[in-house]
């Protein structure tokens, strides 16, 4: 699968990824925009999937989210919803100015926090043709709640309260590892890292941010456009029960595929079944 090089700017910010074509034919190509999710970085594995939709004749657009990767953007590792939400909805329009690209039939394909945005912005950008949410964040609330247990709660929001004043004195941001030894994520990075570009650093306020984040409520308003979620029947990093949940709320064209396996297992052994998913959503969608 050949790519080049891509660059588009977002709100005064480089953002940079690749775009990979199908062989070429005299008709505009459709184009699926890939997103990935909390600490993912294009370097990973959003080409294996780009492979199969290419293959199926989809060009596909990637790109690292601000403050990760080879994108621009400070604090790096920060992960702020919003400016991602933001970021997916400029990358929508510089795909719609691509030579060769049919402007009209643009699909997103998002996993975890991505697959968050991705409910989010088919609610929101009606210039989305369908669109495939794969392992979706649901709730920041209730992740933030998962994630840090409640005894802990009061410690870490002072924590984080602390990193605010600090960042106003003009010191560094605060961090954490984004990938804990022994987790689901290191597990990923250990076996898709090839290459080492992998920054396994998190800033305090992402935490903060994610609070704020509930791609749930924009679930109802998704449907007239065609979505497909893809969920791990084992998933615990967003737990496999609030994406039933939120579901169950979208109406409309919708689909849900349901893999027997954990959050990260569909970056590895069983990412070819959830890309195949995918590819027969965009044939019959896109």
Same mark, same amino acid.
């Given at each position: 699968?050949?790519?080049?090089?891509?660059?588009?700017?977002?709100?005064?910010?480089a953002l940079?990824?690749?775009?990979?074509?199908?062989?070429?034919?005299?008709?505009?190509?459709?184009?699926v925009?890939?997103?990935?999710?909390?600490?993912?970085?294009?370097?990973?594995?959003?080409?294996?999937?780009?492979?199969?939709f290419?293959?199926?004749?989809?060009?596909?657009?990637?790109?690292?989210?601000?403050? !990760?990767?080879?994108?621009?953007?400070?604090?790096?590792?920060?992960?702020?919803?919003?400016?991602?939400?933001?970021?997916?909805?400029?990358?929508?329009?510089?795909?719609?100015?691509?030579?060769?690209?049919?402007?009209?039939?643009?699909?997103?394909?998002?996993?975890?926090?991505?697959?968050?945005?991705?409910l989010?912005?088919?609610?929101?950008?009606?210039?989305?043709?369908?669109?495939?949410?794969?392992?979706?964040?649901?709730?920041?609330?209730r992740?933030?709640?998962?994630?840090v247990?409640?005894?802990?709660?009061e410690?870490?929001?002072?924590r984080?309260?602390?990193?605010?004043?600090?960042?106003?004195?003009?010191?560094?941001?605060?961090?954490t590892a984004?990938?804990?030894?022994g987790?689901?994520?290191?597990?990923?990075?250990?076996?898709?890292? +090839?290459?080492?570009?992998? &920054?396994?650093?998190?800033?305090?306020?992402?935490?903060?941010?994610?609070?704020?984040?509930?791609?749930?409520?924009?679930?109802?308003?998704?449907?007239?456009?065609? &979505?497909?979620?893809?969920?791990?029947?084992?998933?615990?990093?967003?737990?496999?029960?609030?994406?039933?949940?939120?579901?169950?709320?979208?109406g409309?064209?919708?689909?849900?595929?349901?893999?027997?396996?954990?959050?990260?297992? +569909?970056?590895?052994?069983?990412?070819?079944?959830?890309?195949?998913?995918?590819?027969? !959503?965009?044939?019959?969608? &896109?």
């Amino acid at each position: 699968m050949g790519r080049q090089d891509i660059i588009f700017e977002a709100e005064g910010t480089a953002l940079v990824g690749w775009l990979a074509r199908p062989s070429a034919s005299e008709a505009p190509s459709p184009l699926v925009i890939l997103v990935h999710g909390l600490s993912g970085i294009v370097d990973l594995d959003l080409a294996e999937y780009a492979e199969h939709f290419v293959a199926a004749g989809y060009a596909c657009l990637a790109y690292d989210h601000r403050n !990760w990767g080879r994108s621009a953007g400070w604090p790096r590792g920060e992960t702020d919803p919003w400016r991602q939400v933001a970021d997916l909805r400029e990358a929508i329009s510089f795909a719609r100015t691509l030579p060769g690209i049919d402007p009209q039939r643009i699909g997103l394909w998002g996993t975890s926090y991505g697959g968050g945005h991705v409910l989010t912005v088919s609610a929101l950008d009606r210039r989305v043709r369908c669109a495939v949410s794969q392992v979706p964040l649901t709730s920041g609330s209730r992740t933030f709640d998962t994630w840090v247990p409640a005894a802990k709660q009061e410690a870490f929001r002072a924590r984080l309260d602390a990193d605010r004043d600090a960042r106003r004195r003009g010191e560094p941001p605060a961090v954490t590892a984004a990938a804990t030894r022994g987790s689901e994520t290191a597990e990923w990075v250990e076996r898709k890292d +090839v290459d080492g570009r992998y &920054l396994n650093q998190l800033t305090l306020r992402s935490f903060d941010l994610l609070r704020t984040y509930e791609p749930a409520s924009f679930a109802p308003a998704i449907a007239p456009t065609p &979505l497909m979620m893809i969920i791990a029947a084992r998933d615990t990093t967003t737990p496999t029960a609030w994406q039933h949940e939120t579901f169950a709320t979208i109406g409309g064209t919708s689909e849900l595929v349901e893999i027997d396996c954990r959050h990260y297992d +569909v970056y590895m052994d069983h990412l070819p079944e959830a890309a195949a998913a995918a590819t027969a !959503w965009y044939r019959a969608h &896109l």
